[in-house]
């Protein structure tokens, strides 16, 4: 053996098995399959529900990759932070289209940002699936590739309605944004009222884009206060509701005045505006099933797993939502077959008819798209606990 064909065998093998560690690295970062969010875990506004939505779907990912990922693959999600700001979730959602890694958009949160992914039909040009974003307004879910899973305002609005109605409420106020599901809900409670008899003494709009928000709230809280009602019924959301349920509750002329809420607003964030005293008895809708009772399959399943893969997170309805949507997105990737791209999740998703996630079902095909469809009333009770 000469010199140069020793030196080709002392190569070899460390050449040999640099190969294989590029071989076998480039398949694990390939067998990830990524599924794109974008939701701000900054914003003061959507905090607290951003990272609890985030919390459940990476729990029922955990849950899944433990047992094998699908077809030996991981699920992981890709969270980008926007700022609460719309344009900011456009831009990135394109981020999200142009890398082809991303076989579907999931659990988006920022209820203008979304009507204007929607209004500019990005997933449906692009040809990806938009899984249970967190918005319940018809007329922007209805758009292309959208697959909700939260009920809609509109069932909302019905449920308070009833509810005032049914408790007898007199005289009932409505206090909504100017903006978004705002105008539109407003309109529909008026229908609502009219059909079953509920006396309205006043549907009071809030400037959601005025420079000062405390003034902009300050005058429609100041109309309603004048009327004595015995109920107010707020149809808003981010920090407009946040500021209206403030001046609201620590309204003097308001003071013993029931509060009915949409379910946008979380009820830590209320006993933290107003105090637990304050908080207690403000009723709220819900739109994904209660959380805290494992009356139904899938509630079941969210606490065992809740506590196995984050025991230190509490139970919350956003991070039951963000278990679905990770259920959901799941189902979809599986049933797209051994090698899943973001055409055949979507494929997917359109042929996968109703489907039970654990007594609670969603129905998608060509034609309709419908998530849960139930309304839950919850009230502010003791220790700021949400009760039904």
Do not use: C
């Not at 093998?13 to 794109?36: H, M, N, T």
């Not at 979507?346 to 034609?367: H, I, Q, S």
């Amino acid at each position: 053996m000469n010199a140069s064909e020793s030196l080709v065998l002392v190569r070899a093998p460390a050449v040999a098995l640099a190969a294989l560690s590029i071989a076998l690295a480039a398949p694990v970062a390939a067998q990830e399959l990524l599924v794109g969010q974008v939701s701000s875990h900054t914003s003061p506004n959507v905090a607290a529900n951003s990272k609890a939505l985030g919390i459940g779907i990476n729990v029922y990912f955990q849950h899944v990759n433990a047992r094998g990922g699908i077809d030996g693959r991981k699920v992981k999600l890709v969270n980008k932070d926007d700022q609460f700001v719309p344009a900011k979730m456009v831009e990135l959602t394109r981020e999200f289209v142009a890398d082809k890694s991303i076989i579907a958009l999931v659990g988006y949160q920022n209820t203008a940002g979304i009507a204007e992914v929607s209004k500019q039909d990005i997933p449906g040009k692009a040809g990806i699936a938009m899984i249970a974003p967190f918005q319940g307004d018809r007329n922007i879910v209805g758009a292309a590739n959208f697959f909700p899973f939260r009920s809609g305002y509109p069932d909302e609005v019905r449920a308070l309605v009833k509810e005032a109605k049914f408790t007898e409420k007199k005289k009932v106020v409505i206090v909504h944004q100017s903006i978004t599901f705002g105008p539109p809900m407003a309109n529909l409670a008026r229908e609502l009222a009219k059909e079953d008899g509920l006396n309205l003494a006043a549907v009071l709009s809030v400037d959601a884009q005025a420079p000062d928000l405390v003034a902009a709230v300050r005058g429609p809280v100041d109309a309603a206060a004048k009327t004595a009602p015995d109920a107010v019924i707020v149809l808003a959301g981010g920090k407009v509701v946040t500021e209206i349920v403030k001046q609201l509750r620590t309204n003097p002329g308001l003071e013993g005045t029931q509060l009915y809420l949409p379910s946008i607003v979380p009820a830590a964030e209320v006993v933290k505006l107003v105090g637990e005293s304050k908080a207690r008895g403000v009723v709220i809708s819900q739109v994904v099933p209660y959380p805290y009772s494992a009356t139904l399959p899938l509630v079941g399943e969210y606490q065992k797993l809740m506590k196995q893969y984050a025991p230190d997170e509490p139970l919350s309805f956003s991070s039951l939502e963000g278990f679905v949507v990770g259920k959901i997105t799941v189902e979809a990737i599986k049933r797209a077959g051994p090698k899943p791209t973001r055409e055949k999740v979507l494929k997917a998703l359109n042929g996968m008819g109703e489907f039970n996630l654990g007594g609670v079902y969603v129905n998608y095909t060509p034609r309709e798209r419908r998530g849960w469809g139930g309304v839950d009333l919850t009230v502010i009770g003791p220790g700021g606990k949400l009760l039904r």
